[in-house]
């Protein structure tokens, strides 16, 4: 008794210290997998977010400025690249091809690339020219990040938990039904609030090739818009875009659930020698998470490769016939629809245009006009 006191004391440094720390940990080691819920309830409300802790209502205006601010950010940085390439969706080729060779060592002709095509609209606008129309862009992503988040906080998601068991195919199929409907929602409106600035954006944008200043500011051209074409004119090229949304939604969450569902096997772990739950049961799942993680991301590049002419036909409606060059014959012809618009590219073979800005083969029916 005294050579357990003396090393008590020794590691402890005071016997009322040392008896209370021999005290306390064994009561809460044990407290935990009897009553669990004083510690596991309070976490799993901050981390939903809901209204039990103070501190989760007075971050949230912060945390949804500082996406904002992100968004815009990265929208300034793309910027050039969404200019180029709705100049090139428009068939705006003031370059003519070059002379060059594929893989096989066949000549073809190359239309100028990304990099070429924003040296040229350097040369005639400067670099302030690249960043055409940035300025109502930036207000259309904002208003749509501000709706998704309010949204959120009007609508809140119910709590979903990743089912990948395959006997839970069913419920796993359900909730992740029940997502993909809950993001369509909050994409859906969104997309519809945000739409009349993205019109306008567009607008501006194509005015280079006219070498036009109809549509200057925000203002002015909500008003110009609203004169001409009524209220219906801020949401041409809606429906495509809307569609276009769904069907990426659908088509990327369902093909990475199926595909995580029965090709990932959830026993795959990262140990060495293969533990067990017992032994390591921190890294059991961890590379069935990171390849669920990495499917996900393939799948939405594939969908949006094959949803990409919703795209085209949504851009090329908000500026068809609205009195820009961009939108009138030789480049366009005027169209009664959108289903006119894509009949008319699919028939030209050009439903893909404008989807890559680096090796951009001239087709043998582009309609492009020259120069």
């Known amino acids: 008794m005294a050579g357990a006191g003396a090393g008590a004391g020794a590691r402890g440094g005071a016997p009322a210290g040392v008896e209370a720390r021999a005290r306390d940990p064994p009561p809460a080691h044990r407290a935990h997998p009897r009553h669990p819920r004083p510690a596991a309830q309070p976490s799993a409300r901050r981390m939903d977010g809901g209204a039990g802790g103070?501190?989760?209502?007075?971050?949230?205006?912060?945390?949804?400025?500082?996406?904002?601010?992100?968004?815009?950010?990265?929208?300034?940085?793309?910027?050039?690249?969404?200019?180029?390439?709705?100049?090139?969706?428009?068939?705006?080729e003031p370059m003519p091809p070059t002379l060059g060779?594929?893989?096989?060592?066949?000549?073809?002709?190359?239309?100028?690339?990304?990099?070429?095509?924003?040296?040229?609209?350097?040369?005639?606008d400067g670099k302030i020219g690249l960043f055409r129309g940035l300025s109502p862009r930036l207000m259309s992503n904002a208003l749509s990040t501000v709706t998704r988040g309010s949204m959120k906080k009007v609508f809140p998601p119910d709590e979903m938990e990743q089912v990948s068991n395959k006997d839970d195919m069913k419920t796993s199929l359900k909730k992740v039904v029940k997502?993909?409907?809950?993001?369509?929602?909050?994409?859906?409106?969104?997309?519809?609030?945000?739409?009349?600035?993205?019109?306008?954006?567009?607008?501006?944008?194509?005015?280079?090739?006219?070498?036009?200043?109809?549509?200057?500011?925000?203002?002015?051209?909500?008003?110009?818009?609203?004169?001409?074409?009524?209220?219906?004119?801020?949401?041409?090229?809606?429906?495509?875009?809307?569609?276009?949304?769904?069907?990426?939604?659908?088509?990327?969450?369902?093909?990475?659930?199926?595909?995580?569902?029965?090709?990932v096997d959830d026993s795959v772990s990262d140990t060495p020698g293969g533990l067990g739950n017992d032994q390591n049961p921190g890294s059991q799942f961890s590379q069935a998470l990171a390849i669920r993680s990495y499917t996900k991301f393939v799948m939405g590049i594939a969908v949006s490769m094959l949803t990409y002419p919703f795209l085209l036909v949504g851009d090329l409606m908000a500026v068809n016939n609205c009195g820009l060059q961009a939108g009138l014959p030789p480049y366009s012809p005027v169209f009664k629809s959108w289903i006119h618009c894509w009949k008319y590219l699919s028939v030209q073979g050009q439903l893909f245009r404008g989807s890559s800005l680096l090796f951009r083969r001239v087709s043998s029916g582009s309609c492009f006009a020259l120069e």
């Open 179 to 263: 997502e993909t409907s809950y993001e369509m929602m909050m994409q859906c409106v969104s997309r519809m609030l945000a739409h009349p600035l993205h019109v306008i954006s567009m607008r501006c944008m194509v005015q280079f090739v006219g070498r036009e200043a109809k549509y200057s500011g925000v203002l002015s051209s909500i008003g110009k818009i609203f004169k001409e074409e009524g209220l219906l004119g801020f949401f041409v090229g809606l429906i495509p875009h809307l569609l276009g949304d769904v069907v990426f939604l659908w088509g990327c969450n369902l093909l990475a659930h199926f595909i995580n569902a029965y090709l």
């Open 54 to 92: 103070p501190g989760s209502g007075d971050n949230a205006p912060t945390t949804e400025a500082l996406f904002v601010a992100l968004g815009a950010g990265v929208t300034a940085l793309s910027h050039p690249l969404l200019y180029v390439k709705l100049l090139i969706q428009v068939g705006h």
């Open 101 to 124: 060779t594929n893989v096989l060592g066949r000549k073809v002709l190359y239309l100028p690339s990304f990099f070429t095509y924003a040296k040229y609209i350097v040369q005639v």
